[in-house]
């Protein structure tokens, strides 16, 4: 089956997708469902790996909160084969970072059924502990949403930016926009799995409404906008070695960016090894020749590295902004330099499992203009 | 800007550049002083780290050279190496860096002369270039 739809009861989307989760759940081969949830007792919101399908009350797969990029979570679960596999209901940014992983072989790709459903966007750690401290009804209410409401102007800027907000790579695609959310929602089959589940989940099918395209090309032009000036505010901010010192001149290099970052792959970064734990007598060093150095040192070396490394990979989640304890707009560089790179191999993080991370791979004959002085003017 | 002497690090790979680097010193020939050579096994190992630290610490131009397409030891270390420098071509520039700095060159090892041409050619374009741009104000 291509597409079903799931009734709406009083307006509540979420409990149609927690009624999808549990018919999925049901399913003999299906041994639990990831997808995020209340933890007991809190306003925190957290991927919650569920067996009982009573604690699908728990969960809240619309929640504008986004503690975390959940693919390397998928990746503990897919590390190797298991018996059944598990249902995860992932943003389309954590879709993509899980692709690349899987590209990295850090997770099996037919281990899990991936859930995903088009992207209102997410609030930053901070909007939604305050919207949630508030207990106010704007959407965020114990982190608890019936209906995908989000306050698009406190969303945070990885979203506002966000020009791939569909669930592209998913097993099952849950539609919302385009369609009468009031009503229904559709779930739409996008890979072989994903269609013989839903052959077996006796729903009704029914066509995608013909609106949908034209709903879903609203959102991605509002978020090109948006993306387009925030990379040339963004490139403007950081043209010269002075100016991209004062963007990080924050920065305590506590590695919280990259630790956060669900595609920074390496199991232990360079710069948390002691080849960082300099002799004494190099920062001396350092700063007679210089005359003053901020301590800790390697601060931009640590970013342009980590640009070097995995800007090809970058999905443009903002984990790494959100994950900053001194408010360093960390993604909107790293989206800036990622777009310029992953254009240079003609390549898109997260769009294509069987494409190889540029830096994986090599032909013999291309870039033909990089080998060979080449000058950019003739002198 | 007369006295500005450039600065300029080549990561040059042990079995091609390197001996050609070998071939023209005993040949007498000679190239600017500039030039400061680190030795590698192959140019498939100069991680983009390498390029970055030496610029950072007050290279004027990065060059990297290796074995010509099929003369690679390790088979196709030059093909990954290539792949890299295209990379930081797209970096660095972001932040000022102007691309013409970081080069790659394939010289092979009986290729003494065009390895001391090559060298002349890089300082002279560095030379024009100048230092890098604002980077004695960073304090890191
Ligand atoms: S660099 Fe930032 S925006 Fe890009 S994938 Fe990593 S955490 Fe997400
Ligand atoms: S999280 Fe912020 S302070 Fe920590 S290393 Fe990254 S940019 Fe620097
Ligand atoms: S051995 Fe010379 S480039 Fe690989």
Partial sequence: MQTVTMEVKNEDVADAIRTLLGRILALDEIDAVMVPGRLPGSRSVMPLLIHDPDQLDNSDPLSPAFALNAAKQVCRLTRTATPKRVAAVLRPCEIRAFIELVKLKQGLREQVIIIGSDCPGAYPNKIFDALTREGDDSGADHGYVKRPSVDES???????ACEHPMPTGADLAVCLWGVDTGREVMVDAQTDSGREILDRLGLKATPLPDQRAAAVETVVAERTRFRDSMFAETAAATDSLEKLDHYFAHCVNCY??????PVCYCRQCVFETNLFDHDPLQYLSWTRRKGMIKMPTDTIFYHLTR???????CVGCGQCSNACPNDIDVMSLFRTVAHRTQAAFD?????????RPPLSEFREHEFADTAGLHWRKEA | MQSFEPLIIAFVCNWCTYTAADLAGTSRLTYPSNVRLIRVMCTGMVDPQYIIKAFLEGADAV????????DCHYINGNFKARRRIRLLKEILPQ?????DRLQLTWIGASDGIQFTQTMRELTERTRELGPVASRSQMVF
């Avoid at chain 1, 406190?154 to 506002?160: F, I, Q, V, Y």
């Avoid at chain 1, 640009?307 to 990979?313: I, Q, R």
């Avoid at chain 1, 390549?347 to 494409?355: C, F, I, K, L, T």
């Avoid at chain 2, 932040?95 to 691309?99: P, R």
């Fill in chain 1, 154 to 160: 406190s969303l945070s800027k990885a979203c506002r």
């Fill in chain 1, 256 to 261: 919280n960016c990259r630790t956060a970052c």
């Fill in chain 1, 307 to 313: 640009l070097a490394h995995m800007s090809t990979a």
């Fill in chain 1, 347 to 355: 390549y898109q993080a997260g769009r294509d499992v069987a494409e």
């Fill in chain 2, 63 to 70: 060059l990297v050279s290796g074995c010509h397409p099929g």
């Fill in chain 2, 95 to 99: 932040f000022g860096f102007e691309a």
